[in-house]
């Protein structure tokens, strides 16, 4: 696991947002990772950062799609939206509690390593918005590690999959 890499108030929040993962799902099972933490203008400003996350790397994955999607439907979003509809670009302001910039951030992380690989573009704009929504130093280095380990956790397996003939 990667608890090793957390101060125990990161660990004290992680294990907190997992409790509300369980009891947000009812069942404790189909909650899609922290997004349920994040209120509607969160929401609807996550996927306009995303939407930027998922191009970073000049490509877009089938798993990014794929997770973008689950990402969609919890958040209830599945109409379609005309050009009309249009909002003002979305601000980091708008994530206004500890708890909703590490879902944001942890989400934004998941999206940009789905693909088993983290750009360097992918990088610098996860830190650029990790840097404006003013989290620590130390947060940021551990939110950098966990990003790390997650892709090495994809890299691994992906291998256990290929070598099965999956």
Do not use: W
């Amino acid at each position: 696991m990667f608890l090793h890499v957390l101060s125990e108030q990161q660990k004290k929040s992680f294990f907190d947002l997992a409790q509300q993962m369980i009891v947000a799902d009812g069942k404790g099972g189909n909650a899609v990772m922290f997004f349920h933490v994040l209120n509607e203008d969160q929401k609807k400003a996550f996927f306009e950062f995303a939407a930027d996350m998922l191009t970073a790397d000049g490509e877009v994955d089938d798993s990014e799609i794929h997770y973008m999607d689950q990402l969609i439907r919890e958040a209830g979003l599945t109409k379609k939206r005309s050009l009309a509809d249009e909002a003002p670009p979305a601000e980091l302001d708008v994530f206004d509690s500890q708890a909703a910039k590490m879902a944001f951030v942890v989400e934004i992380l998941i999206l940009s390593v789905i693909d088993g690989h983290y750009h360097v573009k992918e990088s610098a704009y996860a830190n650029d918005i990790i840097d404006r929504l003013g989290i620590d130093e130390e947060t940021h280095e551990a939110l950098c590690r966990l990003t790390n380990d997650a892709v090495k956790v994809l890299d691994g397996m992906r291998e256990l999959a290929d070598a099965d003939g999956g």
